[in-house]
């Protein structure tokens, strides 16, 4: 069999659900996309804001380098952002590439964190809340409403 451990280590999950409606009166319709991603190993890594070549911990080395991979890219795109980059590397990662559309100008973003009150959990919680005064600091931008169409 498997070892179902290794597979949530190294696995990105992104599930996109795409949304249209109609104002039944106007019929305006207008469209959108939610996307929920739960990003490999982010809750395994003492620090995601550290790099994977910085990381010597509970798991080897090379496991962490490979797991990490898409944290750090995605860290790279969040500096870009923060800096206002020209250049955002997007492409360094299949997961930032994936999520271009939802990191740009008229996108909005929630992020969620899972904490723990469990003192064995406070390394996560903290990281966890670290990353995501990180992405606080990025500026999307104002979300625009995507319209699809009019009755005339």
């Given at each position: 069999?498997?070892?179902?451990?290794?597979?949530?280590?190294?696995?990105?999950?992104?599930?996109?659900?795409?949304?249209q409606?109609?104002?039944?009166?106007?019929g305006?319709?207008?469209?959108?996309?939610?996307?929920?991603?739960?990003?490999?190993?982010?809750?395994?890594?003492?620090?995601?804001?550290?790099?994977?070549?910085?990381?010597?911990?509970?798991?080897?080395?090379?496991?962490?380098?490979?797991?990490?991979?898409?944290?750090?890219?995605?860290n790279?795109?969040?500096?870009?952002?923060?800096?206002?980059?020209?250049?955002?590397?997007?492409?360094?990662?299949?997961?930032?590439?994936?999520?271009?559309?939802?990191?740009?100008?008229?996108?909005?973003?929630?992020?969620?964190?899972?904490?723990?009150?469990?003192?064995?959990?406070?390394?996560?919680?903290?990281?966890?809340?670290?990353?995501?005064?990180?992405?606080?600091?990025?500026s999307?931008?104002?979300?625009?409403?995507?319209?699809?169409?009019?009755?005339?």
């Amino acid at each position: 069999g498997s070892d179902l451990g290794s597979y949530e280590r190294n696995s990105n999950v992104i599930t996109t659900i795409h949304i249209q409606s109609t104002n039944i009166a106007t019929g305006v319709g207008t469209e959108g996309r939610l996307q929920f991603v739960d990003m490999a190993s982010s809750d395994i890594m003492p620090n995601p804001l550290m790099k994977s070549s910085e990381y010597r911990g509970c798991v080897d080395g090379d496991l962490a380098k490979f797991s990490n991979k898409s944290i750090d890219a995605f860290n790279d795109v969040v500096d870009a952002r923060c800096q206002f980059d020209r250049s955002v590397p997007y492409r360094n990662s299949t997961l930032t590439h994936l999520l271009r559309d939802s990191l740009e100008a008229d996108a909005k973003v929630l992020l969620l964190c899972c904490v723990s009150s469990d003192e064995a959990d406070m390394d996560n919680t903290l990281s966890a809340l670290r990353f995501a005064s990180r992405m606080q600091s990025v500026s999307i931008g104002k979300a625009t409403k995507h319209i699809i169409g009019s009755k005339e």
